[in-house]
C-alpha cells in the first residue's frame, strides 16, 4: 500500500471551517473513489497545523486515483476554491507499507476526544503530557549537565509516534532512550490502542524512576517494562521480533545501536530515530548507512528536530 502522509498548515482564522469542510466533503470524495483516510490529527504545538494520511492500494493506482479527485466535479466547483486559498502551506512524504500492517480510521478532532473505551481520561493524559512537556523546556533550560537534562521530544514527535503505532497496529514496540517517559507515554497511549506492550531502556536510574512514576500518573504503568541499564548491554539480550522500534539515545551510538536494532525489527516493521535534522552533521554516518542498506527504505521527516522513518523490507 502507497501512504502520503500530509501535514497542513493553516491560514490563522480558518482551521474550524477548512475542517468542517474538510471532513463533510473532502473525505467522502476520497473514500467514493477507493482511497483511505485517517486522520486529521491536529498538531498539539500549533493549533493551526493538521496532519493526515491517504492511502492507494499500490504504485500504479495513485496517480490515476488522485486524477479522478483533482478532476472530478467537487474539487473543481467547489473545494479547490474554497480550501485552497485557506491553506499557507504543507508537505507530502510518500512511503510503502504493507496493507496488512496499517489500520485504518476516520479519526475525529483529538483535541476534542474526552475518555476512550478502556478506561483513559483523556484530558488528564493530555493535562500531564502538556506538564511533562514543560517541565522539561524549564528544567533543561536552566540545567548545565547534558546528562542531567530531560532532553524530551517536541509534543509533535509524540503525536507522530502514536500515530504510526495506531496506525501500523504496532505491537511490540522499543524505545532506546526513556528520559523521564515523556515519549514513552506517547507510545504507551497507543500501545493501549492495539492490545501491545513497550519495552523502554534507560541507563539513568534516576531517569527511569521519573519513567515509573509518570507511567503510574497516566495508567499506563501496565503497558510498559522499563529496563535500566547500558542500552547496547540490554540489546545483546533481547530477542525482538519488535513492530516499532523508536531510537532517542546517545548520539554518538546510533550507528552501534543500528547493527543491534537491525536484526531485532521485524520484516515490515519501522526504526524512527530522533535528531536527524536538527544534528545531521553528527549523525552523517548513520544516516549513510540506513540510506544504503538496499533492506531498508528511509525517509527524513520535517517534524519536531527531524525523524528519520526507517521501513525493512520482507
Not at 63 to 81: D, H, I, T, V
Not at 290 to 293: G, N, T, V
Given at each position: 500500500m502507497i501512504i502520503?502522509?500530509?501535514?497542513?498548515?493553516?491560514?490563522?482564522?480558518?482551521r474550524s471551517q477548512f475542517l468542517d469542510i474538510f471532513r463533510s466533503k473532502s473525505v467522502p470524495a476520497h473514500t467514493e473513489i477507493g482511497m483511505k483516510i485517517s486522520g486529521p490529527f491536529l498538531s498539539v504545538e500549533d493549533p493551526d497545523t493538521f496532519f493526515f494520511m491517504r492511502g492507494f492500494p499500490d504504485i500504479a493506482s495513485r496517480?490515476?486515483?488522485?486524477?479522478?479527485?483533482?478532476?472530478?466535479?467537487?474539487?473543481?466547483?467547489?473545494?479547490?476554491?474554497i480550501?485552497?486559498?485557506?491553506?499557507?502551506?504543507?508537505?507530502?512524504?510518500?512511503?510503502?507499507?504493507?496493507?496488512?500492517?496499517?489500520h485504518w480510521s476516520w479519526a475525529h478532532d483529538m483535541h476534542e476526544e474526552r475518555v476512550r473505551p478502556g478506561g483513559v481520561d483523556i484530558a488528564a493524559l493530555r493535562g500531564l503530557l502538556d506538564e511533562l512537556a514543560g517541565f522539561g523546556r524549564q528544567h533543561d533550560a536552566r540545567e548545565t549537565e547534558h546528562s542531567r537534562r530531560m532532553?524530551?521530544?517536541?509534543?509533535?514527535?509524540?503525536?507522530?509516534?502514536?500515530?504510526?503505532?495506531r496506525a501500523t497496529r504496532a505491537a511490540q514496540i522499543?524505545?532506546?532512550?526513556?528520559?523521564n517517559g515523556y515519549s514513552t507515554i506517547w507510545l504507551a497511549w497507543a500501545a493501549r490502542d492495539t492490545g501491545g506492550h513497550v519495552t523502554t531502556l534507560e541507563r539513568s536510574p534516576d531517569k527511569a524512576a521519573m519513567a515509573r512514576a509518570n507511567?503510574?500518573?497516566?495508567g499506563l504503568a501496565d503497558r510498559v517494562t522499563v529496563r535500566e541499564g547500558t542500552a547496547l548491554d540490554i540489546l545483546a539480550g533481547l530477542d525482538g521480533p519488535y513492530d516499532l522500534i523508536f531510537l532517542d539515545a546517545d548520539r554518538p551510538n546510533y550507528l552501534a545501536y543500528l547493527g543491534r536494532i537491525?536484526?531485532?525489527?521485524?520484516?515490515?516493521?519501522l526504526l524512527v530515530a530522533d535528531n536527524v535534522v536538527s544534528h545531521a552533521g553528527e549523525l552523517r554516518d548513520f544516516l549513510r548507512a540506513?540510506?544504503?542498506?538496499s533492506g531498508l527504505d528511509t525517509v527524513i521527516l520535517p517534524v519536531g528536530n527531524g525523524e528519520a522513518l526507517t521501513y525493512r523490507k520482507p
Open positions: 502520503e502522509m500530509r501535514t497542513y498548515k493553516i491560514k490563522p482564522g480558518k496517480e490515476p486515483m488522485k486524477a479522478r479527485f483533482y478532476e472530478g466535479e467537487l474539487w473543481k466547483r467547489e473545494l479547490e476554491n480550501l485552497m486559498p485557506m491553506i499557507e502551506k504543507y508537505e507530502v512524504v510518500v512511503v510503502e507499507v504493507p496493507e496488512e500492517q496499517v532532553l524530551n521530544v517536541t509534543p509533535e514527535t509524540g503525536q507522530f509516534l502514536a500515530i504510526l503505532v522499543l524505545e532506546i532512550g526513556t528520559s507511567l503510574q500518573r497516566a537491525l536484526p531485532r525489527l521485524r520484516p515490515g516493521g540506513l540510506q544504503s542498506d
